[in-house]
């Protein structure tokens, strides 16, 4: 049975969880620290991304430009050393890129949240070049997000009331008041004063981002949700639905989980996400395991995909029940 080594971040839930699965069934794993040297001896490796603090998000270019070089090297190292991955990080990097993964997605003929026409343009033109797209197309709600975030850092969604031209964003970016500068304070908020908007607009935008329509999304109860789905070696290990008040989901940001199986989805519902999420593995070559975001559409319940994350395996939920995920990722290695 192959000897697994994780290249993490010792403490984190990730690592801890992985490693009990790996004791019970009686693999070997070994743990190399981000920033740690270390020797490559080949073996099968899983890359989990590493632990950062910054919460300034302009800061937040550096740190992706340094994980992607990383991701770069890893790949060399593999190829050199005859390393075998879970996820390759050549795979973990295409993901990463919110744009390229959902043009690649598009090209295949899968569903997802389409783009606002002219995501390209020039973003010196900033808010109010958005605001007449928005008009021009008819479009009244959009999300702007990061082009490489994670966990909602960056990431609004603005909504313009027809008739009144009422503004409302929903977001966790906040200008610091001592900078002026955009900081992710990790609580969602919810403003409709004009000013205010433009400027938190004007920031967002000046980073690196996409803009994606904003699609109704099914209820439950009160609740608007979209699902986070597992997906490993084709079959969907957790489907979890994250239900909250808001447009925006994250579970981290008082979203509520709920097992999708309660929501009382018709069977050809639950049998479609599946399907569309195996053909999104599909086009990724080697891609083993993925946290895959799907939005059912209010009313007809047609899935669409809503982003791919080839290192979005940490369920809390999972862990704390069965850990079948870190269980299946250590039968997949131990039998690489």
């Not at 970016?173 to 205010?196: C, F, I, M």
């Amino acid at each position: 049975m192959s000897r697994i080594t994780l290249l993490g971040d010792p403490g984190t839930k990730r690592a801890a969880y992985l490693q009990k699965a790996a004791a019970e069934a009686g693999v070997p794993c070994r743990l190399w620290a981000w920033g740690q040297q270390w020797v490559p001896t080949g073996g099968i490796m899983k890359i989990d991304p590493p632990v950062w603090s910054f919460c300034g998000l302009e800061e937040m270019a550096g740190y992706i430009r340094g994980y992607q070089e990383d991701l770069r090297g890893l790949a060399r190292l593999g190829k050199s050393c005859g390393i075998r991955f879970l996820n390759p990080p050549e795979t973990i990097l295409e993901l990463l890129d919110k744009k390229k993964c959902k043009e690649r997605l598009r090209q295949a003929g899968i569903p997802v949240t389409e783009s606002l026409d002219g995501s390209e343009a020039d973003p010196a033109r900033e808010t109010a070049h958005l605001l007449w797209r928005m008009r021009e197309q008819r479009v009244s709600q959009v999300f702007i997000k990061p082009r490489w975030g994670s966990g909602a850092a960056g990431t609004a969604a603005l909504r313009i009331r027809p008739g009144s031209g009422e503004m409302i964003l929903y977001t966790c970016a906040a200008e610091d008041p001592q900078t002026g500068r955009l900081v992710n304070t990790k609580r969602l908020r919810k403003s409709s004063e004009k000013e205010a908007v433009c400027r938190l607009l004007d920031g967002l935008l000046r980073l690196d981002h996409v803009e994606e329509r904003w699609y109704a999304k099914a209820g439950y109860k009160g609740f608007s949700y979209d699902l986070r789905v597992v997906m490993q070696d084709g079959r969907a290990d957790v489907m979890l639905a994250r239900l909250s008040k808001s447009p925006i989901t994250n579970l981290h940001l008082d979203g509520r989980p709920l097992p999708a199986d309660e929501l009382g989805l018709p069977r050809e519902v639950t049998e479609a996400v599946v399907e569309i999420c195996q053909k999104s593995m599909a086009c990724f070559p080697g891609l083993l395991s993925a946290g895959i975001d799907i939005l059912l559409e209010r009313g007809s319940l047609r899935p669409r995909v809503i982003e791919m994350n080839g290192q979005g395996d940490l369920i809390y939920q999972d862990i704390c029940g069965g850990n079948r995920i870190y269980r299946h990722q250590v039968e997949l290695m131990g039998g690489m």
